[in-house]
């Protein structure tokens, strides 16, 4: 058994950033040095108006076989205008372009499940009374 070693225990609430990205340098290499070797390459759809201001976007990145969609976002006033079907489809289309199997997203209750489910999405995983009171869903989709 390594012997203990005196450690101070810092505990913060302030989201500095240099400590989350120390935690984060190590985990990837540690993360590195065990997995598959795979990229990591960001990806970004965006809907500009002609003054160039973004109405919507879609970010992620590609990640192996997957597609993992972090953001989708439809300003209101284009919502239920076919905006983030149009992002989502060409992301998808451009993934599969680039090799990807599968798609990845996350919403909550309040969001998009409806709109993922009828892309063909499947819910794999819920997480209830998060944070408190919603719902948190996990979906993955076939693009091939």
């Not at 006033?77 to 680039?98: D, I, N, P, Q, Y």
């Not at 798609?103 to 009374?129: C, I, R």
Request: proline share 2%; net charge neutral.
């Amino acid at each position: 058994m390594k012997q203990e070693k005196d450690f101070k225990l810092r505990i913060t609430d302030d989201g500095n950033e240099q400590d989350i990205n120390d935690i984060h340098a190590m985990l990837k290499e540690y993360n590195l040095s065990k997995r598959e070797a795979s990229k990591n390459v960001p990806i970004g759809l965006f809907l500009e108006d002609e003054k160039n201001k973004k109405v919507a976007g879609l970010t992620g990145e590609i990640f192996g076989n997957w597609l993992c969609i972090h953001y989708l976002f439809v300003a209101e006033e284009f919502r239920k205008e076919g905006m983030g079907s149009k992002l989502l489809l060409s992301a998808e289309t451009e993934a599969v372009k680039r090799g990807c199997k599968y798609a990845f997203v996350d919403t909550f209750s309040f969001q998009a499940p409806e709109f993922y489910k009828m892309h063909g999405y499947k819910e794999v995983f819920t997480l209830n009374d998060y944070p408190y009171s919603g719902k948190r869903h996990y979906y993955t989709k076939d693009l091939v």
